[in-house]
């Protein structure tokens, strides 16, 4: 027990730390190679971030373990937004000025609709993720068409202001972007490893460790990578990742591990529960980035407290289920 326990500590600490070290070297490779900032923010940060379930989501499904996948792909979603913007707001305000990110959260809610569709019949096929997969590389080819289209965009500022504080040489970008890389797999070995060995100690399912433990481990570079930006009056890089993530977390992570490994008798919780609340909390966010009776495209530090208490909600509404209430 002991050795699982250390195995995940130890997973996550070294999971953030190589994240961070891959985002950075990717973003000063591109930048040496002459990529523009804002593809460069939207690309290689929303991937980075998004790399940690993405890798945990190959290794837990090459492992035999794919509902541990699905839970992390949802349950990560639901961090991003009620406890990631949640804490984020609670700190300062978070204005939305992006065009980009606006045309994306109806994207965001699309791709949503689409895996509860792929949900109904309690199974993700091969077929479906190859659907996913072939949606993901579709939206890096709109990702780009979207950072060409769209110059001076507030999004582009920020991440110009973002990548001048963290220059690095082409050759310190390649070294951290390669070993980053390595560290990422390893350490997702390592987490995978002792989430599984606590989840058969304790008899809860994988996708419950998912939804919960995991998910919660693999956000943190996105919790960071908010505060941070939110800090530094960086807003929309704050929710830029957090829509960049949940897409990435569906399309790619679900596709991964479905193509590696099909999901089956998928639990019906996870359709009436955990992805119905993924949905409400997509349209909430949409709510507050839009604006609505004439409020302007925000989250304040109230609504900052009201995704939180979402957060505790849902976490202690699956901690009363396992305890058969």
């Known amino acids: 027990m002991l050795f699982f326990l250390l195995a995940i500590i130890a997973g996550f600490v070294l999971l ?5 070290r891959f985002v950075e070297g990717a973003a000063a490779t591109a930048k040496h190679l002459g990529m523009p900032s804002l593809l460069i923010g939207i690309l290689i940060v929303g991937f980075g971030t998004s790399a940690p379930e993405m890798v945990v989501s190959a290794v837990a499904a090459f492992g035999g373990n794919p509902s541990l996948a699905l839970g992390n792909a949802i349950g990560s979603n639901i961090v991003n937004i009620s406890l990631i913007l949640g804490v984020t707001a609670m700190l300062a305000p978070i204005a939305v000025n992006s065009g980009i990110i606006k045309k994306e959260l109806p994207l965001l809610l699309f791709i949503v609709f689409v895996s509860g569709y ?35 965009d507030a999004l582009e500022k920020e991440f110009d202001a973002e990548i001048v504080i963290h220059k ?3 050759q310190q970008g390649i070294f951290w972007l390669v070993f980053g890389l390595v560290l990422l797999v390893i350490s997702s070995r390592i987490l995978v490893w002792g989430a599984v060995g606590v989840a058969h100690i304790f008899g809860v399912s994988d996708l419950i460790i998912g939804l919960t433990i995991v998910a919660l481990g693999t956000s943190l570079p996105e919790l960071a990578a908010s505060i941070t930006a939110t800090r530094k009056g960086e807003h929309d890089i704050a929710v830029g990742n957090v829509v960049g993530s949940n897409m990435f977390n569906i399309l790619a992570v679900i596709g991964i591990a479905a193509v590696i490994k099909p999901l089956e008798q998928i639990q019906s919780e996870v359709l009436s529960r955990d992805w119905l609340v993924m949905l409400v909390l997509t349209l909430v966010l949409m709510a507050f980035a839009y604006g609505f009776r004439g409020r302007l495209p925000k ?24 305890l058969g209430y």
């Open 168 to 170: 690095m040489s082409l």
């Open 118 to 152: 792929m949900l109904l019949d309690a199974q993700i096929t091969f077929i479906e993720g190859i659907v996913l997969l072939a949606g993901f590389f579709s939206l890096i080819a709109w990702s780009v068409y979207a950072a060409m289209q769209h110059k001076n």
């Open 16 to 20: 953030v730390w190589s994240a961070d």
């Open 299 to 322: 989250i304040s530090r109230l609504e900052g407290v009201g995704l939180f208490a979402c957060y505790i909600a849902y976490n202690s509404y699956i901690g009363y289920q396992l």
